[in-house]
Nanobody
Framework: QVQLVESGGGLVQPGGSLRLSCAAS????????MAWYRQAPGKQREFVAH???????NYADSVKGRFTVSRENAKSTSYLQMTSLKPDDTAVYFC???????????WGQGTQVTVSS
């Protein structure tokens, strides 16, 4: 049973920072592409960033230069460091694991990020 648990969300003022964590279990973490998506109220879920097993990152244009995705294989954990946060970043942030061998996708339950003064 693959389980992804996000943490680190919360309320932050515009211009502030947060770091999200995604702890994985039950999967072969080293062979997973770890991704972050977000969904704002009334909007579709959208891609934010991912990091490959080789630690190559990719970002949505809207977060490039502000967010950094990383992974720590020894802890089976992926991170999303978010800086210069804007109200438009307010959303539920979801962690996703994609197993490149089985081509299966797994999701976490999400963590709320609210950017407001």
């Amino acid at each position: 049973q693959v389980q992804l648990v996000e943490s680190g969300g919360g309320l932050v003022q515009p211009g502030g920072s947060l770091r999200l964590s995604c702890a994985a279990s039950g999967n072969n973490f080293r062979l997973n592409v770890m991704a972050w998506y977000r969904q704002a109220p009334g909007k579709q879920r959208e891609f934010v960033a991912h990091i490959t097993p080789a630690a190559n990152p990719n970002y949505a244009d809207s977060v490039k230069g502000r967010f950094t995705v990383s992974r720590e294989n020894a802890k089976s954990t992926s991170y999303l460091q978010m800086t210069s946060l804007k109200p438009d970043d307010t959303a539920v942030y979801f962690c996703q694991a994609y197993d490149i061998n089985t081509q299966r996708t797994f999701w976490g339950q999400g963590t709320q990020v609210t950017v407001s003064s």
